[in-house]
């Protein structure tokens, strides 16, 4: 039932997108699996693009949209992670679909229409006097710096069952 | 009085961190860790001892720190501040400009409180 739900997100990612996926990943929540996945996905686009800049753009994307969605999961047998990697018409996309806590996604709204509001690198700093100011709460710097370092935009989609899709699009 | 170099190093998988004496730290390696495993205690310690030694300048190298996640970027911010909130020394940041993160950080730091830290690049 659950790798059906999973498919079927991934076709409709597919439809709209009207791209072929050059990596989709399924896996549980876990922080221990973010280093290999950011690797590979290092290695993936150094093989497939042979751009060591998209390599490293896409290791600040992957580590921290996949940070992200594993710091809010929820747990339990729906709560498995996807990354998709698309390629066409010079972009790539990158996307990570999740189920997170409720009160993650207003959060998480809140914060990508922050950042709309400034520039990359405006948002970037803006993040960092934030941080500066309220020492005692997380940094929220991650997304910010997917933004800035990884020149890619952001976007969130709600998907069926509560599930989200963050999505980082730039160009290749 | 101890040594700035006595400061107990946390074991941190992918990192090798180096204090030397009188004023220096070496970080190479990967910060991926959450939470910045236990390197929040070792800055704030770094940052006690410059203090007590009256150190003019703690010397930061980080041109072998090749990827770090944002928790690890957020410790740099508030070891910044906490170096721009007592102005007792200067922190001496030696980076790569060729490593994005290290390019696009310390310039955000730098605009930040470019009091309290210096940017040097690596030839």
Known sequence: MEECRLAAVSSTVLEETNSRPLVAMRFRPAWAYIDGIREFGRFFCETTFGAPDLAERACVIIQETLENAIKYSTKGPNSELELLILAEHGQIEFSVSSLPDPAHIQNLRSELTGLDKLGPEEAYLAAFLRAAREPENSGRLGLARVRYEGNVELSMKEEDGGRIRITALGRL | ?123
């Not at chain 2, 010397?59 to 928790?71: A, C, H, I, Q, R």
């Open chain 2, 1 to 123: 009085m101890k040594n700035f170099d006595d400061v107990s190093v946390p074991a941190v998988p992918g990192l090798e961190v180096v204090v030397s004496a009188p004023n220096r730290v070496t970080i190479k390696g990967t910060i991926t860790v959450q939470d910045g495993g236990g390197l929040s205690a070792f800055f704030r310690a770094l940052h006690g001892r410059a203090r007590e030694n009256k150190l003019a300048e703690v010397e930061l190298d980080v041109t072998g720190l090749k990827f770090v996640n944002s928790s690890a970027i957020r410790l740099f911010v508030d070891w910044a501040v906490w170096v721009h909130a007592d102005g007792a020394y200067k922190l001496r940041c030696r980076i790569d400009r060729r490593q994005t993160w290290q390019k696009t950080s310390f310039s955000a730091l730098t605009a930040m409180v470019d009091d309290a830290i210096v940017v040097e690049e690596a030839s």
